[in-house]
């Protein structure tokens, strides 16, 4: 008879969804009806009817790769309390966060990030928290080193009466979470912990207010005289546990990367890479969690949660690395900005889980070491030959570090050797964090974080799935980490020009996932799916013709809809209404208002004609050779319910940027075709009006998604469009009624 085996640590189970299937199906049933109607009628009608075959084509391209990653979606249940059973020891495990600027990323948000990971639970002598500062700023050292003399009183307190919210500024911020009827002894204690976290803030607060916040010597002379983009490695331990008591805390090190202006840092792809480094000479925990600073671990149970998958699977080639939703915390109501993501994240993200696996996010994943390495499924040591001088073209001189590679690669989990002390291998640490380290190895081209994309998250991800590792996606609840969603129009455009910009690098680049497909082990469902996401820039072209179709319609007398009284029209506006409906019933399951649904959708429409045109111009630039993309950081802010009084949370804001141009001159077209339309309506039909309805319906549409920017041009101060742009978007509005004009009579 066999062993009994050992419950699973983690199930992977198929989500029924025959309704949604079958409406998806109908959908693209219509959609082709509707393309075999006007490739029929092509020869008929105008330019205009093939703007329209173009654009639909595409939507309908779009609509089956997104049926694609629906079709077999799969939820992740994990077990942590059996892991807890197994008597066997848990893996030890580096934790990653990166900060880049003290001023868009406040320090107070950073800090409690890395102190809700000092208090996960999990064995303290296993774990290691990094720090990466890009800004050099001796401030988030500051901050840090007040904040771990906080943990030292916080992190016993959570443990003690095992707090289920371990970042304090949410923890203090919600007062149901602090109930009279507690025994006395935690109520003094809590009353402390609030006393001393009010403290902390204080100093935090004070500290930036100065111009310094503190005198840079002892432990700060390393920030004297110093440039933010020019200065020597600085490594800092800050917490150490000496004596490795599992109840201790874990060790926390700030590490500033050597910068030069000569030498490009490769943004956060960069600064991860010199973590994995530090960390593979400092400590070498055989997994990695890399979170951003504002996204603190939000359930404590998170690193058990994660390891069910990476310890308990039968063959390591089912998680390459495990990948938690993003979800934001103090999200406005109803979603004005559409930048929660939470259908998203539920049913796209159960949907690619069903296939190679999710996408990796950026933050709130948990790695393999070995896998950041570039080690592929299966990979023995044997196989790879680990000859001195291979090791050294793809990793680099550094002598201690490659031999913790070579560990790595070689032995399984349990058998890793670890570094006696942290302290040992310091200078080689400095060595792994200087810019010139990486020249001449494959850091950023083949292995680690992978360079040459703003969104180099999916960049990496991708090809770890082309080694043939799949991933899990794990959704618990709570959830595994809260981060801070954009809290402005702006702010979310900017995000979002960054990420169509860094996903159509990803497409143009030699490491495009065709050739993943073609050469490598890149599942093509899976390629489907990465498609569905490179390809979110191209929609901005598409999107735009044919929100200004129907206006150009009407200002030329001619249609683009079948008539009302055809039947044909019926193919149009079941799309409209099924499509509709059926996105309206994703935000409802997932418990968000019609008001939400309504938000997103208008703000897919500006994104798209917005943002996503502007990373298409912008990766057009970096192919022309005209200018490099950069990663700009998006603003953090904390909200602790305390917010400005005269500001309108939730309102639309603009500024001067040339974003704001195309929205603005969509909006004024739709606005003409509107009125041109009603004065035809007026006159009837004598002049044999060729739209009708439909068109006139379709340009309302538009003009109720732009609705933002409708009150714009009424409004002052940064509510109001700024009038230069105004006028760029009549020059442009001219310049298309123009071109309407002309195209009419081709
Ligand atoms: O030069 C840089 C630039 C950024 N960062 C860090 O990168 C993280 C993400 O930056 P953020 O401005 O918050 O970007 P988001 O758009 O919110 O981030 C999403 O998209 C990015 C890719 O565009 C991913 O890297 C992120 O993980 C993902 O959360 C932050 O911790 C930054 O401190 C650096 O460390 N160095
Ligand atoms: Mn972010």
């Not at 992978?450 to 959704?475: C, F, K, M, N």
């Amino acid at each position: 008879m066999a062993k009994p085996e050992l419950p699973p640590l983690y199930e992977r189970n198929p989500v029924k969804n025959t309704i949604p299937r079958f409406i998806e199906i109908v959908i693209l049933f219509f959609c082709f009806s509707l393309l075999g109607y006007r490739l029929i009628h092509l020869k008929n009608h105008g330019f205009l009817w093939l703007i329209a075959l173009l654009c639909e084509s595409w939507f309908t391209f779009t609509w089956f790769l997104v049926i694609n990653i629906k079709w077999s979606p799969v939820e992740t249940k994990t077990y942590p309390e059996r892991l807890l059973q197994r008597n066997s020891e848990l893996p030890p495990l580096d934790m990653f966060v990166t900060t880049a600027d003290p001023v868009l990323e406040p320090p107070i948000i950073t800090v409690n990030t890395v102190i809700s990971l000092l208090a996960v639970d999990y064995p303290a002598n296993k774990l290691a928290c990094y720090a990466s500062d890009d800004a050099a700023s001796p401030l988030t050292f500051y901050c840090l080193v007040e904040a771990s003399k906080f943990a030292k009183l916080w992190v016993p307190f959570c443990k003690k009466y095992n707090v289920q919210v371990r970042a304090p500024f949410r923890y203090f911020s919600d007062n149901s979470l602090f109930t009279g009827n507690k025994p006395s002894e935690f109520q003094e204690e809590w009353k402390r912990m609030k006393d001393e976290y009010g403290q902390l803030c204080e100093k935090i607060e004070d500290a930036a207010k100065k111009s310094l916040p503190c005198d840079l010597t002892g432990e700060f002379a390393a920030f004297s005289n110093i440039e933010r983009k020019n200065h020597p490695t600085i490594i800092k331990v800050i917490l150490e546990n000496k004596e490795a008591l599992p109840d201790g805390l874990p060790y926390l090190i700030y590490v500033s990367r050597e910068k030069r202006p000569k030498h490009h840092h490769h943004f956060k792809a960069g600064a991860m890479n010199v973590l994995t480094r530090v960390s593979g000479v400092m400590s070498n925990a055989p997994f990695v969690l890399n979170v951003d600073c504002d996204m603190f671990a939000n359930n404590p149970q998170t690193v058990l949660h994660a390891m069910c998958p990476l310890l308990g699977v039968k063959d390591e080639i089912d998680s390459g690395f495990v990948q938690f939703p993003q979800h934001f915390y103090d999200g406005l109501k109803d979603d004005p900005f559409g930048n929660q993501m939470i259908v998203m994240m539920k049913y796209i993200g159960r949907g690619i889980a069903g296939l190679q696996g999710p996408l990796y996010g950026g933050t709130g994943c948990f790695h393999r070491r070995k896998v950041i390495y570039g080690s592929s499924p299966g990979d023995k040591s044997a196989q790879r030959k680990l000859s001195n001088e291979g090791l050294e073209m793809t990793f680099g001189k550094a002598t201690r570090f490659k031999k913790s590679v070579a560990q790595t690669l070689s032995a399984s989990n349990t058998t890793i050797e670890y570094p006696d002390s942290i302290y040992n291998n310091i200078d080689e640490a400095y060595q792994v964090a200087s810019c010139g380290y990486e020249y001449g190895t494959y850091w950023g081209e083949k292995i680690g974080w992978i360079y040459g994309s703003t969104t180099e998250d999916v960049l990496t991800g991708l090809t770890i799935h082309s080694r043939g590792w799949r991933s899990v996606w794990l959704a618990t609840n709570p959830c595994g980490f809260l981060g801070c969603a954009p809290s402005c129009g702006p702010d979310t455009l900017i995000q979002q020009k960054r990420w169509s910009t860094g996903l159509l690098e990803i497409i143009f680049s030699s490491k495009s996932p065709f050739f993943a497909t073609i050469k490598e082990k890149l599942e093509f469902r899976q390629l489907l799916a990465y498609i569905w996401l490179l390809t979110w820039g191209m929609r901005s072209f598409f999107e735009i013709s044919y929100a200004t179709l129907p206006a150009c319609c009407i200002i030329t007398n001619t249609n683009f809809l079948p008539k009302m009284n055809e039947p044909a029209i019926l193919m149009p506006i079941s799309i409209f209404v099924i499509f509709n409906l059926y996105c309206l019933w994703e935000y409802i399951q997932t418990g968000q208002s019609i008001r939400s649904w309504w938000n997103n959708h208008r703000m897919s429409r500006i994104i798209s004609m917005t943002a996503w045109l502007f990373g298409v111009i912008s990766v057009i630039f970096k192919i022309l050779g005209l200018s490099e993309t950069v990663f700009e950081v998006t603003k953090k802010e904390q909200s602790t319910g305390t917010e400005d009084c005269d500001d309108k949370p939730g309102r639309f804001t603009f500024d001067g940027s040339p974003i704001f141009v195309p929205g603005t001159t969509i909006l004024l077209v739709n606005l003409t075709a509107v009125v041109i339309g009603f004065i035809g309506f007026k006159q009837g039909n004598q002049g044999g009006r060729e739209w009708g309805i439909g068109e006139f319906a379709c340009c309302i549409w538009v003009v109720f998604c732009f609705w933002a920017f409708l009150k714009g041009l009424f409004c002052k101060g940064k509510y109001g469009i700024p009038l230069p742009t105004i006028f760029k978007s009549v020059a442009l509005v001219l310049l298309f009624v123009q071109f309407c004009r002309s195209s009419s009579r081709l």
